[in-house]
């Protein structure tokens, strides 16, 4: 055996070319957090588990009823009844617009007094949006309801309307909402051509088989999908988790308010 002598030499670091990075901090006061929420409330219709007693009026109620207690900003909601703001919370929010879908009406709200302008931007496709000051910036939201299928027609349909939808932004920050139908094969090319991420959250915000709320499917054996969205661009951090899950009793009954989760 031969014995090796290992010898340690000092190497001197060389000076980096690349000045340091400027690390800048956002003051809470230039934009502070933002509490969004997006439900499909399915709001012709009541739960086919709902007893005979419980009528729309008592759903669209119990919906206003969950949202005051989630207390959002902005909100979004897909299939409301009419073009008209929910009555219980017109002292809450400002409707900034509405427009009727292939499925009921689009409403986005947002928080009275919460932004400085607020200011609707016209859009021609299944959408709304609006431009707020909030804090020190300005934020474009949007919210979208769009066309439910299956197959390589229907993505492309949704993905011409996203972008459609995202050309009218005015301002770096755009947040995008909504019930959007998309399956998770479309995300990539989403993602890619117009710019924006999405937010990753746990658990699919329709799934039949937790809700119920249809008797047709009752016996739906699939995972569900996440229909319902939020998509951002500029630099922006968020954080989506569902709501809507709990159960409501009514005459011995236990239902759902939707077949979606917000």
């Not at 000045?19 to 439900?39: G, H, N």
């Not at 919460?114 to 919210?143: C, H, N, W, Y």
Request: proline share 6%.
């Amino acid at each position: 055996l031969r014995n090796f002598a290992v010898r340690s030499t000092h190497v001197p670091e060389l000076p980096s070319s690349r000045p340091p990075a400027p690390i800048r901090v956002l003051e809470q006061a230039e934009l502070p957090p933002l509490r969004l929420l997006t439900w499909n409330i399915a709001g012709d219709g009541v739960s086919h588990r709902a007893p005979s007693s419980w009528t729309v009026a008592d759903k669209i109620t119990a919906v206003q009823m969950e949202i005051r207690r989630w207390g959002p900003d902005i909100l979004a909601l897909q299939e409301c009844i009419s073009a008209s703001p929910l009555d219980r919370s017109s002292k809450t929010f400002d409707l900034i617009d509405a427009k009727e879908t292939h499925a009921g009406w689009l409403h986005l709200y947002v928080r009275t007094g919460f932004a400085t302008t607020q200011v609707s931007v016209p859009l021609t496709g299944p959408g709304v949006m609006g431009t707020f000051r909030i804090g020190e910036k300005d934020v474009d939201i949007l919210a979208m309801h769009l066309v439910p299928g299956e197959g390589p027609m229907l993505a492309q349909q949704r993905l011409t309307q996203i972008k459609q939808a995202v050309r009218k932004k005015t301002s770096c920050l755009c947040l995008a909402m909504g019930d959007f139908n998309v399956r998770d094969g479309e995300i990539e090319t989403i993602q890619r051509s117009c710019k924006m991420n999405d937010t990753i959250y746990a658990g699919r915000s329709w799934d039949p088989r937790k809700s119920r709320y249809y008797a047709n499917l009752e016996e739906y054996k699939g995972a569900g999908h996440r229909f319902d969205r939020i998509f951002r661009s500029g630099i922006a951090v968020v954080q989506a988790f569902l709501v809507g899950e709990p159960r409501i009793f009514s005459q011995g009954e236990k239902f759902a308010l939707s077949d979606h989760h917000g």
